[in-house]
């Protein structure tokens, strides 16, 4: 045992950076030969990637950021029919990544998915830019702002919406391509890189949110005070730019080969299982049918080691005699469908932050046209703009959290990230929490001076109170952000199978989406009921006679109840192990000292192909299931 962890530890040394050895986790360039680990990946290949997230964010959130600013001012909808259509189309934008994870990890792989994607984004972006800029494609600026304005044409409306949602399908194909290509620089087998990994997602989210800053601030401030055509025209031409930074650092990046239809093997499980439902699976894991090793060598695929829950899906691995894949699947497949399925509590449980963030960009920013805005007798914040506090307090949290607390914690806790990544994403909701009841009194607190004025017929009024009065949830909601969101991102993609993790993002992606529509139905459920028998509603597009502290404190309720069920699945949650250990396992499910047999790798070296041949190893598994992330 001593002899074969000492072998393990000088592999792991002799891997980390000699020229011309080649990554360990099966990464391969666009041709699918192996990578070389000193001319690929790592940080040198994520810093093309972090350009592109940087551009490509300030370029969506100087759109998405005062889309309700547009709705309302020149296409003339109301409060809440805008904020709803704001949300129907974020919603809509953070599902279709699952269309693009599916792509990539069963058709076209991450990067070809990822530019394909890449040229309808732009499309959509330039469609919104002459949507904006075109005054037969817009209705008439309103003449009096006590007047009623001209409504936009069904044309006109038709033609905003269509390059919204090819905007929204766009990104399906990129969003949960590009993190997930970023933390795939990174190999497991490697400790360094391992480690650089575990910092990866801090910096990842702090880059996405450097360019949502931008968005919001210069460009809004461009949108407000020069016009939407310049406004949305900037962002296309960055978005443009950030595909060619993209493309300009192919050369350096790693690639994970495609593994086939991750839903049709989790269905051929599943349906297995509930064919031989009447059959007991076998307690001994060595009696589970797998396939020989050598079988996910040659596919640059690594095995999963049988565990102990979910046994009913046992059943589809249990030998009854038959050959088909829909009667009998291997020991991994059915551990690949486990791991997904583990992944669904918590998943749920981030549809409320989701709803929550979604008022950001919507009811946060229609607070802020009605307060106080001046800085100094020249300047005016534009009222999308209040939404940048947001992201700089979470663009502080993140450097505080991956510079300062994850040292501290790290010397309490032993665990490298400092704290497990679901304590992380349980300090979030918690604040969450705190969020909406600030929320909720600053509200009140804004309609106290609203009576005392007088202002509350008046819809236009602007209270005499300081915008920076909304600093506080605005700053918590970053705070928030920098648990909650790097750790969902981070969550998905870590404890997604490793032929799955596309798909994994997508899930992360696809909380956001349905956030947004949980958001509009919410909208809508407490229009209805409020408005029930000659009853004010709680929100009005008059936001002066409205009681929107009430649904901010009905949010802080379900934020409480989705709390206390996060932390009751998350308290059951099992964490898989890591690549580098799971792959060691023997076809029977044994945990123990394996031997890997040789086997050649041709490796393209200065226009000469050589044979780099991977040696017998014994490697020692690492026995405990639920080791602490």
């Not at 020989?292 to 060598?297: I, N, Q, R, S, T």
């Not at 969101?485 to 798909?503: N, T």
């Amino acid at each position: 045992m001593a002899e074969s962890e000492k072998e393990y530890e000088c592999q792991e040394k002799c891997n980390m950076e000699p020229q011309g050895l080649i990554a360990m986790d099966n990464s391969v360039d666009l041709k699918g030969r192996p990578t070389l680990r000193s001319k690929t990946g790592r940080w040198k290949a994520c810093y093309f990637l972090i350009g592109y997230e940087i551009l490509e964010r300030m370029s969506f959130y100087g759109i998405a950021s005062n889309l309700v600013i547009y709705l309302t001012t020149k296409l003339h909808e109301g409060t809440v029919n805008s904020s709803k259509n704001v949300n129907n189309w974020s919603g809509a934008l953070w599902l279709t990544p699952v269309i693009g994870a599916y792509i990539a990890d069963t058709h076209w792989g991450r990067y070809w998915t990822f530019t394909v994607f890449s040229c309808i984004y732009i499309l959509g972006m330039v469609l919104l830019t002459l949507a904006v800029s075109l005054p037969s494609l817009r209705p008439p600026e309103c003449k009096s702002e006590y007047k009623l304005c001209e409504k936009a044409s069904k044309f006109q409306v038709g033609v905003f919406y269509s390059a919204l949602y090819i905007l929204a399908v766009g990104t399906g194909g990129t969003k949960p391509n590009i993190s997930t290509m970023g933390a795939d620089q990174f190999d497991d087998f490697d400790i360094k890189e391992k480690h650089q990994k575990f910092s990866f997602f801090n910096w990842w989210m702090f880059s996405a949110f450097t360019g949502t800053l931008i968005g919001q601030t210069f460009l809004i401030y461009i949108q407000e005070h020069v016009g939407f055509s310049l406004g949305y025209g900037i962002p296309t031409v960055g978005l443009i730019i950030s595909v060619v930074i993209f493309l300009i650092g192919t050369p350096f990046y790693r690639h994970k080969a495609q593994k086939g239809n991750p839903f049709g093997r989790m269905a051929q499980v599943i349906v297995a299982a509930a064919r031989k439902w009447r059959i007991s699976a076998p307690s001994d894991p060595i009696q589970l049918h797998e396939l020989d090793y050598k079988e996910y060598v040659a596919k640059r695929r690594f095995p999963i080691h049988h565990t102990r829950i979910l046994r009913f899906l046992d059943k589809a691995a249990t030998n009854d005699g038959s050959t088909s894949a829909w009667k009998l699947c291997p020991v991994t497949q059915v551990e690949e469908t486990k791991l997904m399925i583990k992944l669904l509590p918590i998943w749920i449980a981030m549809l409320m932050p989701s709803a929550m963030t979604a008022q950001v960009n919507t009811l946060f920013v229609k607070q802020g046209t009605r307060l106080n805005r001046h800085l100094g007798s020249h300047f005016e914040i534009p009222p999308g703009c209040v939404t940048a506090f947001v992201t700089m307090s979470m663009l502080v949290f993140t450097v505080i959290y991956d510079r300062v607390l994850v040292g501290i914690l790290r010397r309490f806790t032993g665990n490298p990230r400092g704290i497990t990544i679901l304590q992380r994403m349980g300090i979030g909701l918690a604040i969450h929490v705190l969020v909406m009841g600030v929320a909720s009194i600053t509200e009140i607190q804004r309609i106290r001076v609203v009576k005392v004025h007088r202002l509350q017929g008046n819809q236009k009024a602007v209270t005499p109170l300081t915008i920076f009065i909304l600093l506080p949830q605005f700053l918590l909601m970053g705070i928030a952000d920098s648990f909650v969101e790097v750790g969902k991102l981070e969550f998905f993609y870590d404890q997604a199978p490793e032929s799955m993790q596309s798909i994994g993002t997508a899930l992360f992606a696809s909380t956001l989406g349905i956030g947004n529509f949980i958001s509009s139905f919410l909208l809508t459920v407490m229009t209805n009921i409020t408005g029930r028998k000659g009853h004010t509603e709680w929100i009005l597009d008059n936001l002066n006679a409205s009681r929107l502290y009430y649904y901010y404190a009905l949010l802080a309720v379900l934020n409480v109840l989705n709390l206390i069920f996060f932390l009751a699945v998350s308290r059951s949650y099992v964490y898989k192990r890591e690549t580098s250990e799971a792959f060691v396992g023997h076809s029977n499910g044994h945990v123990g000292t394996v031997t890997v047999e040789s086997f050649a790798l041709p490796v393209v070296i200065k226009d000469h192909t050589y044979e780099k041949e991977q040696q017998s190893t014994e490697i020692t598994m690492v026995k405990s299931q639920g080791k602490s992330r």
